[in-house]
């Protein structure tokens, strides 16, 4: 008895892991109407982070609404790596013009489970679009839903469904029901209703949005911001609008947006930004704006160009003495090098590792002069690491940026005529129990483990690397060092 129930265990562990690696069984989004991670994708959304990459991987625990993604990580669907998608604002997300009635929602499978089937729930009257989602803010019953039948659907499936009547912002929360994992797929699709419910007014109609002004940073003076469109053949130059920043107050991240958009109204004809209204209006905000075309202008698409303003050629920050690959010596690494600036700045050196946590700090103060730097590495660990100076000018307030790849190695030397089946990742898909391979990064044999462990062997991605051999978080999981 306790053997078995330590297998169950053992399994159950495995089912998770491949679950939270987000890589071998994420396969299915809401493509009409554009979903929130979809458009991620296609530029209709902005600073989405990992999602743009892979749309279709919204996936988390079955149950909704009694169990599934906590309040707060819906949107992400509990994944951490996807996080920005629980960003939740009146104007964070661009929408979709609806109005309530009869609505087509469509789902593109990459990989199309054995399904239990779909439900779809919508925000409820009055919910507060300034805070992060929690299945209060949601209608409790779905007002949609359809069976799968615990069948294989095929690669493209549309329900037809009865929007209920609201006005303004709204969403949609889809949740697609796996029948073979215990996981769930969860969409949210941003709309807005037309006022009272009706029919889009004919400026809603007649725009479509192609794109977004997103307030990413802030700007300096004499720097520059344009957009740049485009149709099928190409970019059209001609429709371009630029907006030179004067000083601090206009480059501030809400506020050169704002400027933006308002110029791409003034100056442009096929062309609308700003915030979609209720009442089918299209006005500047400050912060993020959409940006619209015609719909019979034939434009795709419109992105936004940041132009910094050019660092005087007296400010430069060089480098001496940084060696590209680094040796871990009894537990520890400190990083020596010199750096030399050419003008007068403050500089801060950072090494990060491979998933963006910060090892190790330096600063100093330098004016035309030279400085040894030595940076500790906290709890040093073999793999890629990056070292990132920068340096802000005094006066000007220009920022000096350059980053180094470091490649830390382990104290074990790499073992000379020893067997191996694969170089990783080659032949990533064929790992199996006792398979063998060469970890090029620090030179050793790693051997994939026995059932249960093995699924792990395979489960790895440049975004998802938590059991590459050797380096990963969680290697030792999956891999025996030989």
């Known amino acids: ?145 359809a069976d799968g039948g615990m069948r294989q659907p095929p690669k493209l499936v549309t329900h037809q469904c009865q929007l209920p009547a609201r006005t303004g912002y709204h969403l949609v929360l889809g949740v697609w029901e796996v029948g073979d994992t215990p996981n769930s797929f969860y969409n949210l699709v941003d709309l807005m209703f037309a006022d009272g419910g009706s029919n889009p007014t004919p ?19 004499g720097d520059k911001v344009a957009t740049r469109v485009f149709d099928a053949k190409g970019e059209r130059p001609d429709l371009q609008t630029r907006l030179s920043i004067a000083n601090d107050a206009d480059g501030q991240r809400n506020t050169w947006p704002y400027l933006l958009a308002t110029r791409v109204n003034t100056q442009q004809t096929l062309l609308r930004a700003g915030q979609l209204a209720p009442d089918g209006t299209i006005s500047p905000v400050q912060g993020q704006n959409e940006v619209f075309a015609r719909q019979d202008s034939g434009l795709n698409r419109v992105e936004v160009q940041i132009e910094k303003a050019a660092t005087p050629p007296s400010a430069d920050i060089l480098v001496n003495g940084l060696a590209a690959q680094q040796q871990i010596v009894g537990g520890k690494l400190t990083l020596q090098f010199s750096v030399t600036a050419v003008g007068e700045l403050d500089l801060n050196a950072s090494v990060f590792d491979h998933g963006g946590q910060t090892k190790g700090v330096a600063t100093a103060s330098l004016n035309n002069s030279g400085q040894s730097l030595r940076i500790v590495i906290d709890k040093p660990a073999a793999g890629h690491h990056q070292l990132v100076l920068k340096g802000v000018v005094k006066g000007s307030g220009l920022l000096i940026q350059k980053t180094f790849d470091l490649m830390f190695v382990g104290e074990t030397a790499p073992q000379p005529g020893g067997k191996f089946d694969y170089r990783f990742p080659e032949g990533l898909k064929s790992y199996k129990a006792g398979t063998r391979v060469l970890q090029p990064k620090n030179g050793r044999i790693y051997e994939c483990r026995p059932w249960p462990n093995n699924g792990y062997c395979v489960q790895w991605s440049p975004s998802t690397p938590q059991f590459e051999p050797g380096t990963g978080s969680h290697w030792q999981e999956a891999w025996i060092a030989r």
């Open 1 to 145: 008895m306790t053997f078995m129930l330590k297998k169950e265990r053992q399994l159950m562990a495995l089912i998770a892991g491949l679950a939270l690696s987000g890589q071998a069984f994420s396969h299915g989004y809401i493509s009409a109407p554009e979903s929130r991670n979809l458009l991620c994708r296609s530029g209709g959304n902005s600073a989405c982070g990992a999602i743009q990459w892979e749309p279709q991987s919204l996936e988390g625990p079955s149950g909704y609404p009694d169990r599934g993604p906590a309040d707060g990580q819906i949107a992400s669907a509990g994944l951490l790596q996807f996080s920005p998608m629980d960003e939740q604002t009146a104007s964070r997300w661009s929408k979709r013009s609806v109005s309530s009635g009869p609505m087509s929602f469509s789902w593109t499978f990459t990989a199309n489970h054995v399904t239990k089937g779909w439900r779809y729930y919508i925000t409820k009257p009055g919910w507060n679009p300034n805070l992060r989602l929690s299945r209060s803010a949601f209608e409790a019953q779905p007002f949609c839903q």
């Open 203 to 221: 400026p809603a109609a007649n725009w479509a949005v192609r794109g977004s002004i997103y307030p990413s940073v802030d700007l300096k003076p």
